[in-house]
């Protein structure tokens, strides 16, 4: 709950007079967008999961090679689960763990991550470390976001 001098205070920032821009001007911290090194790695699909969170076993999510896959459903239609095996292996601010399959599901988490290295398609498995050049494909979602 605020309180009155929370509210001053916000009221003050509100409507006190615009700041003077910094030397250089508002964007004179930015900087030039970094060049990738080494070929594009693009992700094209996850196949064959066993045991990881309720995904269906043996069923494949696909990507687009080119622009934008968008992947929606129902709550509970594994959405999440596919977002935390991309997180699992790709670069990105928070890190997240592939969950088992808890009702009753027994064995080792077991798929493959799908993805292309220029012309070179390759496959990462879900229960090892994932290769080094998944670190130039990054992920973003409204949890890493905030």
Known sequence: MFGEADIASLMSDVFSPEP???AGGWLATLTEAQETVGE???LLGIRDVRNVNRLTAGQ???FAAQG????????????SGYAR???SMVRTRTKANILPNVFGST?????ELVYRVGASQRTASLDGEP????ARAAFYDEHTGN
């Open 20 to 22: 003077s821009p910094p």
């Open 40 to 42: 594009p790695v693009v």
């Open 60 to 62: 494949t999510l696909t």
């Open 68 to 79: 934008v896959t968008v992947v929606f459903g129902q709550n509970g239609s594994g959405k």
């Open 85 to 87: 095996v991309i997180q």
């Open 107 to 111: 064995g080792a988490i077991r798929g």
């Open 131 to 134: 290769p080094v050049e998944l």
